[in-house]
């Protein structure tokens, strides 16, 4: 009976359990490293982590980042060091969040929230400037008003924690990478990680 | 014995070495690092660089070598190969020694590349990845000095990241000749330091950036600019000046960030002058003219299309076709393709042979074309070099390194002939003086007292030694050595870009392209163009004479400054008034494009490809990296345009296409085709004329069809006793509107000043700076007046055009010299 065959496996389809999640209504809790819209972190003293190095730029395989770094200004610098991030936009309608930013920047300055609802009207809004990203006086990420953000979506937001050691050493694997960071401080082990010994010479930092 | 007999013919040439188990032949006396990347194996190397001398700084280089005593290790940099020498780049041995060296290099490296300009191109990145240890064992603190300090206006030094390798102070030393660098302290303090308020000014600072293997040495202008991975580079030459060095401009979102020298045998070696360096400043202006405008009558200025004001300058010229005749100034900025369009623009569809890419500040143009030509591997290997009237430091800044790196070592004798000290005078076997008027004489002089001119090869470089004199003497000057020295090449020293291939297309008074005189080429240019004008037209003075006299209806400014570049302002001026309208095409509003009736914008360097030809003849690819600004447009299309509006066609339509038409009519370019300027391997241009290139059947024979003849020894002039002879010397950096557009290199000009000799200040009974009047048969101005010994008595010195002041001010252009009366306030 040929063709019959086919719609009885659609047939038999019908009764069993749906695994479809209604989205909107229905939203699946997010995991820990979810990885959403990018925040442009700032340290404990609220100078910008960013040092607009461009390495984010240059990983990018979907090329929707355009920094351009400058000299800092001495007498009001924005960032420690000599440059600092002077341009920075991403374009999210070219961004496939693979967070390869995020494992490239060298100051843990780019991050991922795990705010994912947004859109927009215009092509323009689509592209995130600086002062859109980086994090507010208080360290938490702006809210835009095209944006939907959940309770949880900024917790944690620079919560994902380098597959590799920041050295290149075994013995560095698992500890806890972080600098301090406003809004959060330093955070403390998690999952199994060690915290930096005091005799490890370069504070696990590498 | 096979065997014995290609071994002994191998010595005749080179001996037998092995790397890594591989039998290879090597010319004798090349260096091992040298014969191992000639036959794919890369050493790893930080100080040595294949233009200079090798120093053995860094022992990057270890290798073991086993020349029959046993292998050891020894820095294949210093090493030359010998017969059955053995060599292991890949032993356990040499691995060790490379990490180990690396290791130690990073000790005190901050390795803070994503805040270093040198990051994503580093070879201390590359080479520490390849053959580096994964890991360091050095956990101590690391050494810190005062993040980057400025040793020039244009580079700034980061002694961290230092690794002392002898490259930025050898270069300094030894090729640029301006020791101003040094290393300074002991063991691990040791670091490279200019000495106090003597800052590291040499022309040619931006070689140092570009030579040094780490981040220690940067550039202002492209300081955080860009990192490697978003620049886009083609290769091209600069056209800053006419030496046309080889050069990779390298942008990044439509923004030209920065040019590097590319290494090519016949020219640059790699190296390239700050002016040219960092003129890419001046291209990104916001002051580029970015589209056409016109003036009316009330001098009010009016934006307007393209069509529009291309109207307006075709009506401006087809006035003075049909009434008093139209000038064609300047054409040294254009691409080789664009000259030639407005070349035949002018002869066949305005019809008139006024047209001089020159501003009576250069050379005869048929002298330059007659003169059997040198390129500039003649004269680093010729027997003698004479280099007469001309600061080449200052005007062809890559060809004085040349001369001079030849003259060093040894392989030429350099005699110099000039009114002032050069750059040049203290490596030259010989230097002499003269005075201004009496050029002639003193070359007559120099080949009496010099019989072994004669009698080996010999290069001459002749420029124009100072504006203030009339350009006859250099002529006569020429006259003296063709008839005393009838074997000598010539390699005339004209400054702008483009200047010679201008000339080539026919960008002056008598001259068609190819290198063909207007009566000589009548025949063959009447068969391939619609038609020829019946005369010789006049050159930049006799235009401006003409227009002055009221004898001129419309000039055409093709990228000419008549008022800061011709040396007679005044006369500009009168030209100026007595001329019904002006059309401008440039890249700024310069101090002439204010006067013009019509402004049309037209495109900058890297903006057009084409091709360029630089002052040995050499014709040679630019490349286009960037759009133009605007509605500005390629030269060569405005003067399409133009003709299309004129009743006319230049039937030119790309610039592959103009080319091949060059190379079917011109006959100096015969054979010159596109494909051989493109060939492979190319990147070194190729000179014109190409010997053994077919004839163009029926056309002149180029060069040869050109007639020039020196004009008679003129007496000198009469010395008056009170007055001071003006030397009028061109600076490299000065108030010329490319320098003074790019920020980094507008603050280098010297502030205009005269200088004389201290004991002109005595006579004077003034102290050096005083403010002086100075009078000279044009005017009266106020200058400072400055002692230095270095100035021979008698004359009075200025630059002639800097920030200021313009010596043109002051000279007639018809005066054999110009003398300055000196009165104090
Ligand atoms: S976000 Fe990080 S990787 Fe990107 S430019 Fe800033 S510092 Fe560099
Ligand atoms: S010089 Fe090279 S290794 Fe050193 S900081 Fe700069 S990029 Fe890194
Ligand atoms: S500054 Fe650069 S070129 Fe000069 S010695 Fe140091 S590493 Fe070498
Ligand atoms: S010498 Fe001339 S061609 Fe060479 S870089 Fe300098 S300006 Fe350019
Ligand atoms: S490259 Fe040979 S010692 Fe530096």
């Known amino acids: 009976m040929g063709y019959l065959d086919g719609f009885r496996v659609t047939f038999n389809r019908l009764f069993e359990e749906r695994v479809t999640t209604e989205y909107p209504q229905e939203k699946r809790p997010k995991p820990e490293r979810f990885h959403g819209r990018h925040v442009l972190n700032r340290y404990e003293d609220g100078m910008e982590k960013c040092i607009g190095c461009e390495l984010c730029a240059g990983v990018c395989p979907a090329q929707c980042i355009y920094v351009r770094g400058a000299d800092n200004p001495i007498d009001d610098p924005v960032s420690p060091g000599e440059r600092f991030g002077y341009v920075y936009e991403i374009n999210y309608l070219r961004c496939i969040h693979c967070d390869l930013c995020v494992e490239a920047c060298p100051t843990e300055a780019i991050t991922e929230s795990k705010m994912f609802e947004f859109s927009f009207a215009n092509r323009q809004d689509a592209i995130y400037t600086k002062d859109e990203l980086v994090v507010d006086d208080d360290g938490k990420p702006q809210r835009q008003p095209w944006e939907l953000w959940h309770d949880g979506d900024d917790a944690l937001t620079s919560g994902w924690m380098r597959a590799t050691a920041p050295s290149g050493s075994a013995a560095h694997v698992g500890q806890v990478g972080w600098s301090g960071e406003l809004g959060y401080g330093v955070r403390s082990p998690e999952l199994g990680q060690t915290a930096p010994s005091d005799d490890d010479p370069d504070g696990g930092q590498g | ?825």
């Open chain 2, 1 to 825: 014995m096979t065997d014995l007999a290609s071994a002994s013919e191998v010595n005749e040439t080179g001996v037998n070495i092995t790397i890594n188990g591989v039998r290879v032949v090597a010319p004798k006396g090349e260096l091992v690092i040298d014969a191992a990347e000639r036959n794919g194996v890369y050493i790893p190397r930080f100080c040595y660089h294949p233009r200079m001398e090798p120093v053995g700084m860094c022992r990057q280089c270890l290798v073991e070598v086993d020349t029959g005593r046993g292998p050891g290790l020894q820095p294949s940099c210093m090493l030359t190969v010998s017969d059955d020498m053995t060599v292991d780049t890949e032993s356990e041995t040499t691995k060790r020694a490379q990490e180990g060296m690396l290791e130690f290099l990073l000790v005190n490296h901050p390795l803070d590349c994503p805040v270093c300009d040198k990051g994503g191109e580093c070879p201390l990145q590359d080479q520490t990845l390849a053959f580096g240890p994964g890991e360091s064992r050095f956990v101590e603190e690391k050494r810190h000095y005062e993040k980057p300090i400025p040793i020039s206006d244009l580079v700034y030094l980061d002694r961290e990241r230092c690794i002392l390798c002898d490259r930025c102070t050898r270069f300094a030393k030894d090729i640029a000749g301006d020791p101003l660098i040094h290393f300074m302290h002991r063991g691990n303090e040791t670091q490279v330091l200019t000495f106090p308020d003597d800052p590291f000014n040499s022309y040619f600072s931006g070689n140092t950036v570009q030579i040094c293997p780490v981040g220690a040495l940067t550039a202002r202008p492209y300081r955080f600019r860009a990192r490697p991975w978003d620049l886009a580079e083609v290769e091209s030459t600069c056209t800053t000046c006419s030496v046309g060095c080889r050069v990779a401009v390298q942008s990044s979102r439509n923004e030209l960030l920065r040019y590097e020298g590319v290494d090519i045998e016949s020219v640059n070696h790699g190296w390239l002058c700050d002016k040219g360096r960092f003129g890419f400043e001046s291209v990104n202006s916001d002051q580029r003219l970015a589209g056409p405008y016109l003036r009316d009558v009330n001098n009010s200025d009016q934006l307007v299309g393209t069509n529009a004001a291309l109207e307006a300058a075709a009506t401006a010229i087809g006035a003075g076709r049909g009434g008093g005749g139209v000038g064609v100034i300047g054409g040294a900025r254009l691409n080789n393709e664009s000259a030639y369009a407005w070349s035949k623009l002018a002869r066949t569809v305005i019809g008139t042979d006024n047209i001089d890419a020159q501003l009576a500040d250069g050379l005869s143009a048929q002298m330059v074309l007659s003169l059997p030509r040198a390129t500039i591997a003649d004269a680093t290997s010729a027997d003698n070099v004479v280099v007469i009237g001309t600061d080449l430091k200052e005007e062809l800044p890559v060809l004085f390194l040349r001369l001079k790196g030849a003259a060093q070592s040894g392989r030429i004798k350099l005699t110099e002939l000039s009114l002032l000290v050069t750059g040049l005078s203290k490596h030259a076997s010989a230097s002499h003086r003269y005075v201004p008027g009496e050029l002639a004489h003193a070359v007559g002089e120099l080949l009496a007292s010099n019989p072994q001119l004669a009698s080996g090869s010999t290069v001459v470089v002749i420029g124009r030694p100072s504006a203030a004199d009339f350009p006859d003497e250099v002529e006569a000057a020429v006259g003296v050595l063709t008839a005393g020295l009838p074997l000598a090449t010539f390699l005339p020293a004209l400054r702008r870009g483009n200047v010679m291939g201008a000339l080539d297309m026919g960008l002056s008074p008598g001259v068609l392209p190819g290198r063909v005189s207007l009566d000589e080429g009548r025949d063959w240019f009447g068969s391939v163009w619609s038609s020829l004008p019946g005369e010789v037209g006049l050159d930049t003075a006799g235009m401006l004479e003409a227009a002055a006299a009221g004898r001129l209806d419309t000039l055409v400014l093709l990228g000419a400054d008549p008022l800061a570049d011709v040396p007679d302002r005044d006369l500009v001026e009168r030209a100026f008034a007595g001329v019904g309208s002006i059309v401008a095409i440039d890249n700024f509003v310069t101090e002439s494009v204010k006067r013009a009736n019509v402004v049309l914008a037209s495109t900058a360097f890297a903006e057009v490809g084409g091709t360029t030809t630089n002052l040995e003849g050499r014709v040679s690819r630019l490349g286009q990296m960037i759009t133009p600004p605007g509605t500005a447009r390629a030269d060569w299309m405005i003067a399409a345009e133009l003709a299309w509006r004129l009743g006319g066609d230049l039937e030119l339509e790309s610039l592959a296409q103009i080319w091949s038409e060059i190379e079917a009519v011109a006959p100096s370019h015969a054979g010159c085709t596109l494909e051989v300027v493109e060939a492979e391997g190319a990147i070194e241009g190729v000179v014109v004329p190409i010997p053994k290139s077919p004839d163009l059947a029926g056309a002149p024979s180029g060069p040869a069809s050109i007639r020039w003849s020196a004009p008679a020894l003129a007496e000198p002039p009469s010395v008056d006793g009170y007055s001071l002879r003006l030397v009028a010397r061109r600076k490299l950096y000065d108030a010329a509107t490319n320098t003074q557009m790019a920020p980094s290199l507008a603050n280098l000009a010297e502030q205009a000043q005269l200088m004389v000799h201290p004991g002109e200040l005595r006579r004077l009974g003034v102290e050096s700076g005083t403010r002086v009047n100075v009078t000279s048969s044009r005017t009266t101005v106020v200058l400072s007046l400055v002692g230095d010994a270095a100035m021979p008595r008698g004359l009075a010195v200025m630059g002639l055009r800097q920030p200021g002041l313009a010596a043109s001010e002051l000279i007639d252009l018809r005066a054999a010299i110009t003398e300055l009366r000196i009165e104090s306030r």
